[in-house]
């Protein structure tokens, strides 16, 4: 049952890159740039590849419980 929840959870984050569920959290995937090349350390240049990184944010279940 837990697998089949984050699998649904995973096809649907996939499509939208944010999914709210009502006294239980929020997850959502946070787009970051990747670090500078570490060969390279005289530049500062960012790389134009992006990092997808699922995030999860819980509610406070301090009034429901």
């Known amino acids: 049952v837990v697998n089949e929840f984050f699998k649904t959870i995973s ?8 999914i709210e569920l009502r006294h239980f959290g929020v997850f959502e995937i946070r787009r970051y740039l990747e670090r500078r090349n570490k060969k390279n350390k005289d530049t500062s240049e960012l790389l134009n590849n992006e990092r997808l990184v699922p995030f999860f944010r819980g509610s406070k279940l301090s009034f429901y419980v």
Do not use: E, P, V, Y
């Open 11 to 18: 096809n649907i984050l996939t499509d939208l890159n944010r």
